[in-house]
């Protein structure tokens, strides 16, 4: 059965390695942030406790790009093997961006080995903090280059097609095009949002198991501020998404929304399932809403599905998808705010057992937003590999071995994933932080 249908077996392959490859991106890019607010406040504020987290961050940070060095080199190589035609057609436009997001990561690597070589080497904390600047900017920029092949695919220019040949390329425009702004700012905030959140849920999770060391609470502490900080910002970027779908892509909107009939003051959809005869039922509706999210006024007319052809719309489970993403995000948002509201006011323990538990729910939830996010994104494009240009089924390989690569591909991530989790697991387990601050002489008193 699999060997019969080559399109349905890359499409699978390439959201496994996708699905795969973001939670490492991610981490990838948002992490280097984290070390470097704590690296910032241990030196600003003579704190040692701050330093130790990024000194900690930075070793676990390096196993975390090991892996997503190799699932980004997957990703590269199943874009030639599983995509020939699409890489034919729009490779020349794309490889600018995917070039420099291999200069980028170099870039990072080169100043991460030397961050990490030569801690305590310097006379001056500043000079070694310096290093993290390029490290950051390289994470950030990685995502950048990489998202406007995604935004290209989205919204592709800058080429012309004559008598089926690409010509007239211009990789500036193609990488500058109108999905790009809210695309890439999305990303790289998602990238913050959920590395905070990630280690936020690493120490409630250890405060929740009686560890009451100063270091766990201060790791809380900056984690859940830079989250409320990050949380807000997603707010606002997912706004003006919704906008750019709404004038790039309306058959997007619609089907995330479940939106039939072009309307004014059009409810937004949250929840509910869709029956056979496409009737939304037990679903919460906000009036005006969809209008509101998609030009600043209930007046705002939205397209409808009923006015697209069937065979050019995305499959409507991206609904559900879509509704994951947004309550997480809004969960994430209220959860971060009320730690930061409670910390401030000094009314009520900020540490207490319940919210402790909700924000270490926060991290693996954060990892499902970001994944239902992007496949959101993808198959929300649906049918189309080139927006509007190439379809999938005209860009994927014909080749009868794609199952076997399936098979093979999933061992390895398989392997990764278990190896990554164990030596991780290893590596602070066999030197925890008390007995580093013990070595360290930090003060590592319970509150």
């Avoid at 890359?10 to 390695?17: E, K, Q």
């Avoid at 120490?203 to 201060?218: D, E, F, Q, T």
């Avoid at 199952?403 to 999933?410: H, T």
């Amino acid at each position: 059965m699999f060997d019969n249908d080559p399109v349905l077996l890359s499409r699978i392959l390439t959201y496994l390695t996708l699905g795969f490859h973001a939670i490492f991106a991610t981490i990838g890019v948002g992490i280097p942030m984290m070390i470097a607010i704590a690296e910032w406040m241990g030196m600003k504020r003579k704190d040692p406790h701050y330093t130790l987290l990024a000194r900690r961050w930075a070793r676990g940070f390096v196993i975390t790009v090991a892996i997503g060095v190799v699932t980004g080199t997957a990703i590269g190589l199943q874009l030639s093997l599983l995509w020939p035609n699409f890489m034919q057609a729009a490779g020349h436009t794309i490889g600018l961006p995917m070039f420099m997001e291999t200069f980028a990561f170099f870039f990072e690597a080169i100043f991460l080995g030397i961050y990490l070589y030569t801690w305590d080497r310097f006379k001056t904390k500043m000079k070694h903090f310096l290093l993290l600047i390029p490290i950051v900017i390289g994470a950030t920029a990685s995502a950048f280059f990489i998202t406007t092949v995604n935004a290209f695919m989205n919204v592709p220019q800058g080429f012309e097609i004559v008598d089926g040949i690409v010509t007239n390329v211009n990789p500036i425009e193609a990488m500058f095009n109108p999905a790009t702004p809210t695309k890439i700012s999305h990303v790289i905030i998602i990238c913050y949002l959920t590395s905070a959140f990630v280690l936020a849920t690493i120490a409630a999770v250890k405060i929740l198991k009686g560890n009451k060391s100063v270091y766990h609470r201060k790791a809380l502490h900056m984690t859940m501020v830079a989250a409320a900080v990050f949380a807000v910002g997603t707010a606002v970027i997912g706004d003006l998404s919704g906008k750019y779908l709404h004038e790039y892509q309306p058959e997007k909107l619609a089907a995330a929304e479940w939106h039939f009939e072009t309307e004014r003051g059009a409810p937004l959809i949250l929840g509910g399932y869709l029956t056979e005869d496409n009737e939304v039922k037990y679903a919460l509706e906000l009036p005006y809403a969809l209008s509101i999210l998609s030009g600043f006024s209930p007046d705002t007319e939205v397209v409808g599905l009923n006015e697209f052809e069937d065979d050019v719309l995305p499959p409507l489970f991206i609904h559900y998808f879509f509704d994951t993403m947004v309550f997480i995000g809004m969960y994430l948002a209220f959860v971060s705010t009320l730690f930061v509201f409670l910390n401030w006011t000094k009314k009520w323990n900020a540490f207490n057992k319940p919210l402790l538990m909700m924000i270490a729910a926060g991290g693996p939830l954060s990892i499902l937003a970001m994944e239902s996010g992007w496949i959101f994104t993808e198959v929300g494009r649906q049918p189309w590999i080139l927006n509007g240009i190439m379809r999938t089924s005209e860009g994927a390989t014909s080749s009868e071995h794609v199952g076997l690569m399936l098979i093979l591909f999933a061992l390895l991530y398989t392997v990764l994933g278990v190896t990554c989790a164990g030596v991780l697991r290893k590596m602070f387990r066999s030197n925890p932080v008390e007995r580093e601050m013990y070595k360290r002489g930090i003060n590592n008193y319970e509150v």
